[in-house]
């Protein structure tokens, strides 16, 4: 089974700040891997998505970008935070289902 | 592009009641999930459904999947407060390698 790390848990950033989120993945290779975003509760929506190292697909365009420089290793960043990017993130991988991490709040002020 | 429609949204149902949430979506698919959201939590794999016919059970929740009317439900068979959360709906397109979640229904058992 895999288990999905996700931190840091909450986060609190000021407009224009950059941001790092990671993701690992233990107990399986070359999976698939996804961020997604949650507003207020909401539906999912698909940020990115990565089939293996350096192999990106992003889905909407915005001021987020990701990248995967290992395996099991995903990371979303911003160079400048936008009031519109608080939301919850989570990471995901994908075997037989989804694994999700358990999210990291974002909330920008 | 695949679009995927839950209802309802919200349901306030009674203990000890039973009820039916839907799942419908646009194009074929090969497989389709259910997921299970607590306030403030992150989801939680309820079922994996990968066939036309597909029931699974799991105490009082049950999911089918109908591919040919492109439709899963979700059952809910005499409801306890515990089954209070968001349950989301999650449909598979293996070519393009990703999935599209439902809105998501937000389920309240009151006592």
């Known amino acids: 089974s895999q288990t999905i790390h996700q931190w840091p848990a909450t986060l609190v950033q000021p407009v224009g700040s950059p941001l790092s989120l990671e993701c690992t993945v233990e107990g399986t290779s070359n999976p698939n891997l996804y961020w997604y975003r949650q507003a207020a509760g909401r539906g999912l929506q698909l940020l990115f998505y990565?089939?293996?190292?350096?192999?990106i697909s992003s889905e909407v365009p915005q001021n987020l970008s990701a990248s995967r420089p290992q395996d099991r290793q995903f990371i979303l960043s911003s160079k400048k935070l936008l009031l519109s990017d608080s939301g919850f993130y989570l990471c995901?991988?994908?075997?037989?289902?989804?694994?999700f991490g358990s999210g990291t709040r974002l909330t920008v002020v | 592009e695949l679009k995927v429609e839950q209802n309802p949204l919200f349901l306030s149902m009674q203990e000890g009641k039973n009820y039916t949430i839907y799942c419908n979506y646009s194009t074929t698919s090969d497989r389709l999930y259910w997921y299970r959201q607590d306030p403030g939590k992150s989801l939680e794999s309820l079922f994996v459904?990968?066939?036309?016919?597909a029931v699974k059970q799991e105490g009082r929740l049950m999911a089918s999947l109908d591919t040919k009317a492109r439709l899963s439900t979700l059952h809910i068979t005499a409801a306890v407060h515990d089954l209070s959360a968001t349950y989301f709906c999650a449909v598979h397109n293996t070519n393009a390698g990703k999935s599209t979640f439902g809105d998501g229904t937000t389920l309240t058992v009151k006592p």
């Open positions: 995901a991988a994908r075997y037989y289902g989804y694994t």
């Open positions: 990565s089939i293996g190292i350096d192999q």
């Open positions: 459904l990968l066939s036309n016919g």
